[in-house]
């Protein structure tokens, strides 16, 4: 979720109309997903396998932890990392 929308968990509202969006990009093995956290929107590529996608979307997630933080920690944001 944090991936995708900056945020570790979604609002408590019922008002919540925000849908996720899932796009296919060009590309294949060798390129990472990326998240639109604006838009609430994951762009994967076309990738060969699930077991690629997946081990893709780790990369991608991991690495870009704090896309919100610009360079700032977990902790000093204040994001539970569980």
Same mark, same amino acid.
């Given at each position: 979720l !944090?991936? #995708?929308w900056a !945020? &570790?968990?979604l609002p408590v509202t %019922?008002?919540?109309? %925000?849908k996720f969006k899932i796009h296919t990009?060009?590309? +294949? $093995?060798d390129?990472? *997903?990326t998240a639109h956290t604006c838009n609430f929107q994951l762009d994967? *590529? !076309?990738? &060969? &396998? @699930?077991?690629v996608?997946?081990? !893709?979307?780790? #990369? @991608?997630?991991n690495i870009a932890c704090d896309i919100d +933080? $610009?360079? @700032? $920690? /977990? /902790?000093r944001m204040n994001w539970d990392l569980e």
């Open positions: !944090r991936f #995708v !945020r &570790s968990r %019922e008002h919540w109309s %925000e990009t060009g590309g +294949g $093995d390129r990472l *997903p994967l *590529p !076309r990738f &060969s &396998s @699930a077991k996608c997946y081990d !893709r979307l780790m #990369v @991608a997630m +933080g $610009d360079g @700032a $920690d /977990a /902790a």
